[in-house]
């Protein structure tokens, strides 16, 4: 077992957040941290660079990204093991959360390396802990596939068991994610969708996916911006939810009609939905 410890002289690596819009949203100990350190590495250095130009922090900063993350890390061991300090930071919000850092926080810690997280926002949290739905229980799935396919194939693998589904979506695809969600759970789903967090147009929408979907297409300021979608599964669709996942992988194979009858069969859901249900899913 690999542990950090107290004495060791080493270099401390933070994992700083950073706020997702609001300034006042930087805590105290995240500036102090980043004009204490030797390094911050972050996503993009010039996005980020603003930011430690208005808080006048003046740590030298290297990118770390998504293409670089794996030959980073033994960069990055090597400046620890030299006792320099290095912070991590992405464009906002907290890092490795869809966003680079995870390989460089595996590896640090397989190597025994001291590691601390200095918390902030996080789009994910601040958007669910506001939106009314489930909190109990909550899977990030973090950005769906661009493809509207694969995006409602993913759609239909949600089973209720995962409790409140909670993902990042940008305004380029918001309609089009609201439209797959329709056609996938109609509105038998709970949907709250967070826009602009933390700013000055920051917005909650809550209600069925057909009326979240016409409040969207009839004012076009509100695909604007960043969102984060949640969806509060019904518990009484788990049995549908099956059915939806046995027709996905069948109608990968077989005819429309004959996935259908065979989804039926195998899970004992009415043929005739499942029927309306391939036909859908095979416009896409
Ligand atoms: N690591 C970040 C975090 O902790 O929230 C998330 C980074 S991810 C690359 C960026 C996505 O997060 C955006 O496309 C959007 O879906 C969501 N997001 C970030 N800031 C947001 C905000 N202020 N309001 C709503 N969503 C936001």
Redesign the pocket.
Same mark, same amino acid.
């Given at each position: 077992m690999v542990t950090q410890s107290d004495n060791d002289v080493r270099g401390t690596f933070y994992i700083v957040?950073t706020p997702?819009?609001n300034l006042d949203d930087f805590t105290d100990r995240a500036k102090r941290v980043l004009q204490e350190v030797d390094f911050i590495a972050a996503e993009d250095t010039r996005h980020s660079k603003r930011l430690m130009n208005h808080f006048g922090i003046e740590t030298r900063l290297f990118a770390l990204h998504d293409h670089n993350e794996r030959d980073k890390a033994a960069y990055i061991a090597s400046l620890l093991d030299e006792g320099k300090n290095v912070a991590l930071i992405? @464009?906002?919000?907290?890092?490795l959360?869809? @966003?680079p850092g995870y390989h460089v926080v595996h590896f640090l810690r397989q190597e025994g390396h001291r590691i601390v997280p200095v918390p902030g926002?996080?789009?994910?949290i601040t958007?669910l802990c506001a939106s009314g739905l489930p909190t109990d229980r909550f899977s990030f799935v973090g950005f769906l596939p661009a493809k509207s396919k694969s995006r409602r194939d993913e759609m239909s693998s949600w089973v209720p068991s995962l409790g409140t589904v909670v993902f990042?979506?940008?305004t380029h695809r918001i309609l089009d994610c609201l439209e797959d969600l329709n056609t996938v759970w109609g509105d038998t789903v709970q949907v709250a969708l967070?826009?602009?967090?933390?700013?000055t147009f920051e917005t909650f929408l809550s209600g069925s996916v057909s009326e979240i979907k016409q409040i969207l297409e009839d004012d076009s300021n509100q695909t604007r911006?960043?969102?984060?979608m949640m969806v509060s599964l019904p518990a009484e669709q788990e049995g549908n939810t099956e059915a939806l996942k046995v027709l996905t992988i069948l109608l990968k194979e077989l005819p429309v009609k004959q996935a259908a009858a065979l989804a039926a069969e195998i899970t004992g859901e009415k043929k005739n939905a499942l029927y309306k249900q391939a036909l859908v899913m095979n416009e896409s």
């Open positions: 957040a997702i819009g992405s @464009d906002a919000g907290t890092p959360i869809s @966003d926002a996080s789009a994910l958007a990042y979506e940008s967070a826009r602009e967090l933390t700013k911006g960043e969102f984060v």
